[in-house]
């Protein structure tokens, strides 16, 4: 709709009359100066009619003063462009009510752009491969968009394939292609809706060399309170993939935003926010909080050239970094992944329910899948706690590092992985294997205080190089084995072999076991130094009894020390030992001792 001509034109006298009150009605921004809702008081005052000159006060430039119609039909992108050109640094861009059509915008210096009646910046029809909306060109700078619409659409631009790399980014801060600053540069994004987005609502590259890798050089974001809906799933690459796209020396907050596909998988998915670096032998690590966020259809499968990728995908080096407190409603492929040289990382709080799956689905989805990197890396501290994960395929929470049967070098072992107080049901299905809790390649682990109901194997660690605590864990309708524990190889450089410790306690674990089901285990432990199992609950019904309360393979080189553990239900043997050496005391089996 066409805007009206008192819209277009400005009084500077009226203008400064006007920003007093909106002072008093606490309607400010930039240095001192407000805008009010189209309509008010304010409003009439300060653009009047048409007849005065258009001269804004200089820290606050209306677009439409500079000839931008915001009509839907007319490209307003020189307008517009002239509107940022002429603003001093550090002032406010405006934009009233309307439709504007726009190609590519750039942006060089600290500006604000807002609107208070939620105006609409649209891409034009049919644009060439690779356009941005708003490109910032410069480092050290602050920008910010507030209370704007975003519309890329997608329906009338060039689909990409998997053969190129076509792709429409809405903003778009590459400080590691732009002339070095050494300062911090920031961008904030609230309140804002990014709609029909073709590619990426928001792509950002920091710094990714080693010497600009601190703080003081970092891009500093905010991206809250946003509403991000649509997007391509078929264009190649993990960047290219994403609705939000972080690489390099990035840090901030992503948090209370709400992206939802509102439309079906129609082939491989999408990922929501993805988290990588340019170099993956570079430590230049992002921190970021992800928060409060919700999540609906995101998650991308296996295709060619591209692996898969989680709603939330931290691909590489992410240190300090909070997943806490989102949703995440019918995932494709895996809620949250991460993998490859990163440290110090909380997934907590969060709630994943349900997974999609249709015609063209080739793998089964995951909860929580953090690890496995072939890269350059640190892998330290990773804590995985309070999270509830339901109505799922395969793994419920997975932490899974590397070792030397990996090519290009091995990053090492994961150390100190922490799992607890989560939920995990999944959804059993004949012929597919799940996990409730697989930590792999590993130093230290402890998984206590978990509730995993419905899986394979409940938990399932493997290639341990010192030791592990399972401890207060409830295990229910385990169709296998409640636990699993295999240490680690002989001859790896750098650790001792078969070293690792165990300690097994406190854990109540019950399940049905079927007809079909003829080797059912509650413990099998091989490949370890010493095994203490104390104090844990087995309940067995079904007619089919367990083969054994606890099995070992080879390689158990010290004290199998096993007391007061209490088992009901029918168990063929309680112990079935290859290795090491069993001390055992009072220990029950249907309320009688066993010798």
């Known amino acids: 709709m066409k805007q009206n001509e008192s819209e277009v034109k400005i009084s500077r006298r009226k203008l400064l009359g006007a920003a007093s009150t909106a002072a008093v009605t606490g309607l400010m921004f930039g240095s001192g100066v407000g805008f009010a809702r189209q309509g008010s008081g304010v409003t009439a005052s300060v653009y009047g009619n048409a007849s005065g000159d258009c001269c804004p006060y200089p820290n606050a430039i209306l677009v439409t003063c500079f000839g931008a119609t915001g009509d ?295 909860g929580i899948s953090i690890g496995r990197g072939t890269y350059f890396g640190i892998y330290d501290k990773y804590t995985v706690s309070n999270n509830i994960i339901k109505k799922i395929y395969g793994n419920g929470i997975e932490v899974i590092g590397s070792n030397a049967a990996f090519s290009p070098a091995p990053v090492g072992k994961i150390k100190d992985v922490l799992v607890t107080g989560n939920s995990v049901e999944v959804i059993a299905e004949p012929g597919t294997a799940s996990y409730g809790v697989l930590v792999q390649h590993f130093e230290n682990a402890v998984i206590s205080h978990n509730i995993l109901k419905n899986n394979d194997r409940a938990i399932y660690c493997n290639d341990c190089k010192v030791g592990a605590v399972i401890t207060n864990n409830e295990l229910f309708d385990t169709k296998k084995i409640f636990i699993i524990f295999q240490g680690f190889n002989n001859g790896e450089t750098g650790y001792p072999d078969y070293n690792a410790d165990l300690i097994v306690s406190n854990n109540l674990m019950r399940t049905t076991i079927e007809p079909d089901n003829l080797k059912f285990w509650c413990f099998y432990f091989e490949k370890l130094s010493n095994v203490a199992s104390t104090g844990n609950v087995v309940r067995i019904s079904g007619p089919t009894a367990a083969e054994n309360f606890m099995r070992t393979g080879a390689h158990i080189l010290g004290n199998l020390s096993v007391h007061q553990n209490l088992v009901q239900g029918a168990v063929s043997a309680y112990f079935a030992v290859i290795s090491g050496a069993v001390t055992q005391t009072q220990n029950l089996h249907n309320g009688v001792i066993v010798h």
């Open 72 to 366: 839907g039909l007319a490209d307003d992108t020189a307008a517009i462009q002239s509107a940022i050109d002429a603003a001093a640094a550090g002032s406010t861009v405006y934009f009233p009510s309307g439709t504007y059509i726009v190609t590519s915008l750039t942006i060089g210096k600290s500006i604000r752009f807002l609107s208070y009646d939620s105006a609409t910046i649209k891409f034009k029809n049919s644009l060439g491969q690779r356009t941005v909306m708003f490109d910032i060109q410069t480092n050290g700078i602050d920008v910010s968009f507030e209370n704007m619409i975003f519309d890329g659409n997608k329906d009338n631009q060039i689909a990409p394939d998997q053969l190129n790399r076509l792709y429409y980014r809405i903003v778009y801060w590459s400080a590691r292609d732009r002339a070095y600053v050494n300062d911090k540069s920031f961008l904030s994004i609230r309140k804002c809706k990014f709609l029909n987005t073709p590619s990426n609502a928001i792509f950002l590259i920091g710094y990714d060399d080693a010497d600009k890798a601190d703080v003081d050089q970092s891009l500093l974001i905010k991206i809250e309170d946003n509403y991000f809906e649509k997007g391509y799933e078929n264009a190649p690459g993990h960047l290219d993939t994403s609705v939000i796209a972080i690489s390099g020396n990035c840090n901030g907050i992503v948090s209370d935003n709400t992206f939802i596909k509102n439309e079906p998988i129609s082939m491989y998915g999408l990922g929501a926010i993805t988290i990588t670096t340019a170099d993956i032998a570079v430590e230049v690590f992002s921190s970021l909080v992800i928060r409060n966020n919700l999540f609906q259809h995101y998650g991308r499968q296996t295709t060619t050239g591209v692996g898969p990728i989680g709603v939330i995908d931290f691909y590489a080096s992410c240190e300090n970094l909070l997943i806490d407190g989102n949703r995440f409603v019918d995932s494709y492929y895996a809620a949250i992944k991460g993998k490859t040289n990163s440290r110090n990382c909380i997934v907590t709080n969060n709630c994943i329910e349900g997974v999609l799956i249709n015609e063209k689905s080739i793998i089964k989805s995951f």
